[in-house]
């Protein structure tokens, strides 16, 4: 037992910055971006990566905070994820005092293109493409015609939103993203029927329609250009890229079901060796990582759900070694613990996203999804590594020097007597609420009770002596 106090101790001192309670990340943006032109690169997998949108959150409102000249998005993707980038646009961005501006260099697809409608101003790479805005599940397939129709009835207030805000043409942005009727622009120059997408070329996008661009406000060639076409300072200009924390912090977000498996698989090693060694270490390594991060990251990994996750600790280290048996503390402390880990990944900006009924645009899905997901996968694989530990782990050099192989004569003093009184009859000395004393023979011993309770004096008959507990069951 007081190796599982220094193991508690050791975590709570690790994890002391959690501070109970708060629900500010650790880590803080580092960049002044005071009278800077911010620039963010959305690469070809960025919107498939749930992460680069929690920074893309955090730049943008450190951006506003610090009085940032402008912010441009340098977009060349094929699409990504359709809720986030709808969140970016819709939530995060229209709080922008300061100047947003897309450039299209060259591939703004899908939720690409969602994010050039979402900015003040739109340029076009000479070879630059924009629109397919048409909503795919994640893997690229269609949806079900039911889900299709909740969708898209959603994002036509989308639609209406950002063409209120941005002054867009909104049935540009219809022709991109629906299927459901013909649309004609700049005199008819450029055409869509009801069974296409729009996507236009950079020449298309500044052509005249109703007297102003049709989306686009420009032709550039490179990102200088565009800051010339804005009259902004290239020397302002810098690249808001992760590093230092925030790196570290998206790391263990990616990584956090590896942490998770290996802080579970060191802490069920722990209960199986003697003493405090190298799995403590491990286990407390892991999850002081994952915590730690995670509050980095922006999630919810804040004070209040280390204390619900050392609590759960505490009552598997009750149930293991002081009150064995009755499986409700060991029962109540996985659940606590499995609430804290999956709690403790959720995206904080996502659940407040979530919170506002009015304005949020994610379920509960999107909430706890990959949370989920990700102590499922820790978890099963702890489970399976910890399966092949205890076939094979007998013959592993290292526990093999934490045991011995002797063999024990009879007579020394060390040999366990407890083999013997399995299948013995006991009369119960004391109540059994799961454990107390037991007579069997002429002597007195500590006992369990395999059905969690016993009254004083009931027959019971020794069904398991493992060396550490002896359990009876009622005859």
């Given at each position: 037992m007081?190796?599982?106090?220094?193991?508690?101790?050791?975590?709570a001192?690790m994890?002391?910055?959690?501070h109970?309670?708060?629900e500010e990340?650790?880590?803080?943006?580092?960049e002044d971006f005071?009278?800077k032109?911010?620039?963010?690169?959305?690469?070809?997998?960025?919107?498939m990566?749930?992460?680069s949108?929690?920074?893309?959150?955090n730049v943008l409102k450190?951006?506003e905070?610090q009085?940032a000249t402008a912010v441009i998005?340098?977009?060349?993707?094929?699409?990504?994820?359709a809720?986030?980038?709808?969140d970016l646009?819709?939530r995060?961005?229209p709080?922008?005092?300061?100047?947003?501006?897309?450039?299209?260099?060259?591939?703004?697809?899908?939720?690409?293109s969602m994010?050039a409608?979402?900015?003040?101003?739109?340029?076009m790479?000479p070879?630059?493409?924009i629109?397919?805005?048409g909503?795919?599940n994640?893997?690229?397939?269609?949806i079900e015609?039911v889900m299709?129709a909740?969708?898209?009835?959603?994002?036509?207030?989308?639609?209406?939103i950002?063409a209120?805000?941005r002054?867009?043409?909104p049935d540009?942005?219809?022709?991109?993203?629906?299927?459901?009727?013909?649309?004609?622009?700049?005199?008819?120059?450029?055409?869509?029927?009801?069974?296409?997408l729009?996507?236009?070329?950079?020449d298309?996008?500044i052509m005249?329609?109703?007297g102003?661009?049709l989306?686009?406000?420009g032709?550039c060639?490179?990102?200088?250009a565009?800051?010339?076409?804005?009259g902004?300072d290239?020397?302002t200009l810098?690249?808001?890229?992760p590093?230092?924390f925030?790196a570290f912090?998206q790391?263990?977000?990616?990584?956090s079901?590896?942490?998770?498996?290996?802080g579970?698989?060191?802490l069920?090693?722990?209960f199986?060796?003697?003493g405090?060694?190298?799995?403590?270490v491990?286990?407390?390594?892991a999850f002081?990582l994952f915590?730690v991060?995670n509050?980095?990251?922006?999630?919810?990994a804040t004070?209040?759900?280390?204390?619900l996750f050392m609590?759960?600790?505490?009552?598997?280290?009750?149930?293991f070694?002081?009150i064995?048996?009755?499986?409700i503390?060991?029962?109540v402390?996985?659940?606590?613990?499995?609430?804290?880990l999956?709690?403790?990944?959720v995206?904080m900006?996502?659940y407040?996203s979530?919170k506002d009924?009015e304005?949020?645009v994610f379920?509960?899905k999107?909430v706890?999804?990959?949370?989920?997901?990700?102590?499922?996968?820790g978890l099963?694989c702890?489970l399976?590594?910890?399966a092949i530990l205890?076939?094979?782990v007998?013959?592993?050099?290292?526990?093999?020097?934490?045991t011995s192989?002797?063999?024990?004569?009879?007579?020394t003093?060390?040999?366990?007597?407890?083999s013997?009184?399995?299948?013995?009859?006991?009369?119960?000395?004391?109540?059994l609420?799961?454990?107390?004393k037991v007579?069997?023979?002429h002597g007195q011993?500590?006992a369990?009770a395999?059905s969690?309770y016993?009254?004083a004096?009931?027959?019971?008959?020794?069904v398991?002596a493992?060396?550490?507990r002896?359990?009876?069951?009622v005859?």
């Amino acid at each position: 037992m007081k190796k599982w106090m220094r193991v508690l101790l050791v975590l709570a001192a690790m994890l002391s910055g959690l501070h109970a309670g708060t629900e500010e990340p650790l880590a803080k943006e580092s960049e002044d971006f005071t009278n800077k032109v911010i620039w963010l690169k959305v690469g070809e997998k960025s919107l498939m990566n749930k992460h680069s949108f929690k920074y893309w959150r955090n730049v943008l409102k450190q951006a506003e905070a610090q009085g940032a000249t402008a912010v441009i998005f340098d977009i060349d993707t094929p699409g990504g994820y359709a809720a986030e980038t709808a969140d970016l646009i819709t939530r995060v961005m229209p709080e922008l005092t300061i100047r947003s501006i897309a450039f299209v260099n060259p591939e703004a697809t899908s939720a690409g293109s969602m994010i050039a409608f979402g900015c003040d101003k739109i340029y076009m790479h000479p070879r630059g493409t924009i629109g397919s805005t048409g909503i795919v599940n994640g893997t690229g397939a269609e949806i079900e015609p039911v889900m299709r129709a909740k969708i898209e009835s959603l994002f036509q207030s989308y639609v209406k939103i950002v063409a209120k805000e941005r002054g867009r043409n909104p049935d540009v942005m219809k022709a991109m993203m629906f299927r459901d009727q013909e649309f004609s622009f700049a005199d008819g120059k450029v055409t869509v029927s009801d069974k296409e997408l729009l996507n236009l070329i950079a020449d298309e996008a500044i052509m005249v329609h109703d007297g102003k661009p049709l989306l686009a406000d420009g032709i550039c060639e490179d990102i200088d250009a565009v800051l010339v076409a804005e009259g902004l300072d290239k020397t302002t200009l810098v690249s808001a890229e992760p590093r230092g924390f925030q790196a570290f912090a998206q790391w263990v977000g990616l990584v956090s079901p590896i942490l998770i498996s290996v802080g579970a698989l060191a802490l069920f090693m722990e209960f199986k060796t003697p003493g405090f060694g190298v799995f403590g270490v491990i286990a407390m390594l892991a999850f002081g990582l994952f915590f730690v991060g995670n509050n980095m990251d922006g999630n919810l990994a804040t004070g209040w759900l280390f204390v619900l996750f050392m609590a759960g600790v505490v009552l598997l280290i009750l149930e293991f070694f002081v009150i064995p048996g009755t499986f409700i503390a060991g029962a109540v402390g996985v659940l606590m613990i499995l609430a804290s880990l999956m709690l403790a990944m959720v995206d904080m900006d996502v659940y407040e996203s979530f919170k506002d009924k009015e304005g949020g645009v994610f379920g509960l899905k999107a909430v706890f999804g990959f949370p989920l997901i990700y102590v499922s996968v820790g978890l099963t694989c702890s489970l399976v590594l910890s399966a092949i530990l205890m076939r094979f782990v007998p013959s592993v050099p290292m526990y093999d020097r934490l045991t011995s192989r002797a063999n024990l004569e009879a007579g020394t003093g060390v040999e366990h007597p407890f083999s013997e009184l399995v299948g013995k009859v006991a009369i119960t000395k004391t109540p059994l609420a799961p454990s107390g004393k037991v007579s069997i023979e002429h002597g007195q011993y500590d006992a369990v009770a395999r059905s969690g309770y016993v009254e004083a004096g009931v027959e019971v008959e020794v069904v398991e002596a493992d060396g550490m507990r002896i359990v009876v069951d009622v005859v």
